[in-house]
């Protein structure tokens, strides 16, 4: 049965979804758009914005595209992990952290659509905001400025951890080309 195959992947996949989608939608419910919380000043609020850009803010202005994107990231992961055969359970968990991440965004980008200057994006909720964190800005050839980071939810930092296991495995050198190198 392919779901007993790779079960830790769709089990991380479908708690990093809901997560993902239950935060959101109390954000929503009970903050207006702007409006910051914080919890430990000027380190760490929770600041509703909807970002029409890809995780962190990145490609701002990305458009519809962004939507089928998400949609074809998670039909390829769901894909790897229905047909393919059993991952190593780290790959599982990084799979699937990238594949709940990717739906909970997705799920936002086919029904949050925002206007901005006239044009219509897709959009997502993010409110985790760590306002302490800044990264240098190259405003020109002779100034740099610091920029708070992006403001992001839990979708993104899913995909962040699932990368990162995928990463870790990577690192692994296999026992078999571990003796080939002897």
Same mark, same amino acid.
């Given at each position: 049965? $392919? @779901?007993k195959k790779n079960?830790? @992947?769709? %089990?991380i996949a479908a708690v990093s979804v809901i997560v993902d989608q239950l935060t959101k939608y #109390? %954000? %929503?419910q009970n903050f207006a758009l702007y409006e910051s919380l914080p919890l430990i000043p000027d380190v760490f609020h929770l600041t509703y914005v909807l970002n029409t850009g890809a995780a962190f803010s990145l490609f701002s202005q990305g458009g519809v595209w962004l939507r089928w994107l998400s949609l074809a990231v998670s039909l390829g992961l769901m894909g790897l992990a229905w047909f393919g055969s059993r991952l190593k359970p780290i790959e599982q968990l990084g799979y699937g952290f990238i594949l709940g991440g990717a739906l909970g965004n997705g799920i936002d980008r086919f029904f949050n659509d925002c206007i901005v200057n006239?044009?219509? #994006?897709?959009?997502v909720v993010d409110f985790l905001e760590f306002p302490i964190v800044?990264? $240098?800005i190259l405003v020109d050839f002779r100034h740099i400025r610091l920029a708070p980071f992006p403001v992001f /939810? @839990?979708?993104d930092v899913f995909i962040n951890l699932g990368i990162i296991c995928l #990463?870790?495995?990577? @690192?692994?050198?296999? $026992?078999?080309?571990? /003796?080939s190198n002897k």
């Open positions: 049965m $392919p @779901f079960r830790y @992947f769709w %089990v #109390l %954000v %929503v006239g044009k219509e #994006l897709t959009c800044k990264f $240098p /939810n @839990f979708a #990463l870790i495995i990577s @690192f692994r050198q296999s $026992p078999s080309a571990a /003796n």
